[in-house]
């Protein structure tokens, strides 16, 4: 079965501060793995994604996240927080090869100090 | 593309009142999703949808839930009878390729 952990249910961080939100997953399949973002009262938007290319993905924003195999992970990281990264972010695998039905994890709420 | 568009944005009914939630799909995409999600919970797939033909319905939580997709540009959700239980945000995604595009969602709130 396929799964993800988010290990942090909520991360604080001071604005210009780096980000790092955790993610690990597991999969039957070559995984294919993404990150949302949710800002309060508003639909997920897409952030990046990862499908068996590039290991280290560019997202929107000034995210990035690196797949690592031998670690299962796909850690989110931004070099400098600003206030409107105040969000929940969710890590989602695909659960089956034939891309359907997400696998989301619990996510992790990040908070950007002033 | 105006993206995925859901209505109402809003719902609050009573207890036993039936609720039906649209979803109208970006164009051109043939995989559509309904989610929701709750503070427990978090986000739950109810049941997605391929060509219109329902594909995996396990995560419908009970019968008082259906959902149809009589064309491509068009999706809904009911439950009949709402329960208190029942209120959370509902979500509807489209599927181009293995990207999901989201709704704005429906906030339900049954009382």
């Known amino acids: 079965a396929q799964s993800v952990t988010q290990l942090d249910s909520h991360v604080s961080v001071s604005e210009g501060t780096p980000v790092l939100l955790r993610c690990n997953y597991s999969?039957?399949?070559?995984?294919?793995l993404f990150w949302y973002v949710q800002h309060p009262n508003k639909g997920l938007q897409l952030l990046l994604k990862?499908?068996?290319?590039?290991?280290l993905v560019k997202g929107i924003n000034g995210f990035e996240a690196e797949f690592k195999k031998s670690e299962t992970s796909f850690h989110l990281t931004k070099p400098s927080a600003h206030m409107s990264d105040a969000a929940e972010y969710f890590c989602?695998?695909?659960?089956?090869?034939?891309?359907?039905?997400?696998?989301f994890g619990p996510g992790t709420r990040l908070s950007v100090l002033p | 593309d105006a993206g995925v568009i859901q209505s109402p944005r809003h719902e609050v009914t009573e207890m036993g009142q039936e609720v039906t939630l649209r979803c109208k799909p970006i164009?051109?995409?043939?995989?559509l999703f309904w989610y929701r999600q709750t503070m427990m919970r978090g986000l739950e797939l109810l049941i997605y949808?391929?060509?219109?033909?329902?594909?995996?319905d396990s995560g419908m939580p009970e019968d008082r839930f259906s959902a149809k997709m009589p064309n491509a540009s068009f999706s809904t959700l009911k439950i009949q009878p709402s329960e208190p239980r029942d209120s959370a945000v509902y979500f509807c995604?489209?599927?181009?390729?293995?990207?999901?595009?989201f709704g704005p969602g429906t906030r339900l709130t049954v009382t």
């Open positions: 989602v695998v695909i659960s089956n090869p034939y891309g359907q039905n997400f696998v």
């Open positions: 999969s039957s399949y070559s995984p294919s």
């Open positions: 990862y499908t068996s290319a590039a290991t």
């Open positions: 164009s051109g995409h043939n995989s």
């Open positions: 949808f391929n060509n219109n033909v329902p594909i995996d």
């Open positions: 995604a489209s599927e181009q390729g293995t990207e999901q595009y």
